[in-house]
């Protein structure tokens, strides 16, 4: 069993910039993969990028590249998530999780672990 907590959330301006982070505890193992996904209301769970615990290869969707940049510290066992330039279409829930598979991209199916979520707005 593994914990995530999320936190790092919060307002900001359409433009501006926030760091996630996310902190794992319990049965924690470097064979893994982390993910950070966020939901919109009314909207599905997306995902938004992911990184290899070991090697720290990383994957974005489309829409965040150039401008999200996912990283861990493999000795705090926490997994951060700098997001520049953000816009208000962006606000809502943001979420780690983990991917047992180590794939730097698997869907939403493909993560057995979830952390609670923290709220991101991005004001216009």
């Known amino acids: 069993q593994v914990q995530l907590v999320e936190s790092g959330g919060g307002l900001v301006q359409a433009g501006g910039s926030l760091r996630l982070a996310c902190a794992a505890s319990?049965?924690?193992?470097?064979?893994?993969?982390m993910g950070w996904f966020r939901q919109a209301p009314g909207k599905e769970r997306e995902f938004v990028a992911g990184?290899?615990?070991?090697?720290?290869?990383?994957y974005y969707a489309d829409s965040v590249k150039g401008r999200f940049t996912i990283s861990r510290d493999n000795v705090k066992n926490t997994v951060y998530l700098q997001m520049n330039s953000l816009k208000p279409e962006e606000t809502g829930v943001y979420y780690c999780?983990?991917?047992?598979?180590?794939?730097?991209?698997?869907?939403?199916?493909?993560?057995?672990?979830w952390g609670q979520g923290t709220q991101v707005t991005v004001s216009s």
């Open positions: 999780a983990r991917n047992p598979s180590s794939r730097v991209y698997a869907p939403r199916s493909g993560y057995d672990s």
């Open positions: 319990g049965r924690v193992f470097s064979a893994y993969a």
């Open positions: 990184i290899n615990w070991i090697s720290g290869l990383t």
